[in-house]
């Protein structure tokens, strides 16, 4: 099973450019679940989403945007990327009272 | 508001010695309390988790972590350390009211041979 898959695994971005991040379990899993990793400062929730059609804000949202029009798939979009949103960002899904799984994760830099 | 802390940016420990990394968590329902742990550029590996039962918790490479209920807190412990469990270590917690699961800022953790 390929579990989480993050594309790209690398990006460099101009600043107010857009992009999406991709994201694809095959798994079957409900949830599904965006954080940026930063030094010193862990792991932070952007956004989630407990099912197809159903997402909402982490700790950390703004900037962001998602849409989860499948069960597979839980894109990421950046609409104007700024300097602060240099990031490693690691998408994760999960089954009902169980762990995340987690991709190899997306490493993201705006210049 | 779910909230969870690991007091420790780093934590030094002799190869075959016992380690401890800690964890405190706050929640307003009941915890459902995680352990992953991270090598360096790729994503996390679930270690262990607790969701309800015993206190002692055991999970994978010989890992444990035990839930105190009145401390709040969910440690990591192993009897033996080994020079391959050098990593980054975070600590998750969900409260059972709600879908969302936070993390802890991690421990980098270092095994001295």
């Known amino acids: 099973n390929a579990g989480v898959t993050q594309t790209p695994k690398f990006q460099v971005l101009k600043t107010g450019q857009s992009m999406t991040l991709q994201c694809a379990q095959d798994?079957?899993?409900?949830?599904m679940s965006w954080y940026r990793q930063d030094p010193g400062m862990g792991l932070r929730l952007i956004h989630y989403?407990?099912?197809?059609?159903?997402?909402d804000q982490g700790e950390v949202p703004n900037g962001y945007n998602v849409s989860r029009s499948t069960t597979e798939d839980f894109p990421l979009r950046l609409l104007s990327a700024a300097p602060s949103q240099t990031s490693v960002y690691f998408c994760a899904s999960r089954g009902v009272n169980q762990p995340q799984h987690f991709g190899d994760g997306t490493r993201l830099s705006i210049l | 508001a779910q909230s969870v802390a690991q007091p420790e940016d780093q934590v030094n420990v002799a190869e075959g010695n016992p380690l401890t990394v800690k964890c405190t968590y706050s929640?307003?329902?009941?915890?459902?309390l995680f352990w992953y742990v991270q090598y360096p550029n790729r994503g996390l590996q679930f270690l262990l988790k607790y969701i309800t039962g015993d206190n002692l918790v055991k999970g994978s490479y010989g890992f444990e972590a035990e839930f105190n209920k009145s401390q709040t807190s969910f440690h990591l412990k192993k009897p033996s350390a080994l020079v391959s469990d050098s990593a980054l270590y975070f600590c998750a917690v969900r409260d059972s009211t709600y879908d969302k699961i936070i993390f802890g800022k991690g421990t980098r953790l270092h095994i001295l041979p």
């Open positions: 798994m079957n899993h409900e949830y």
């Open positions: 989403s407990v099912g197809a059609g159903i997402t």
């Open positions: 929640v307003s329902g009941n915890p459902y």
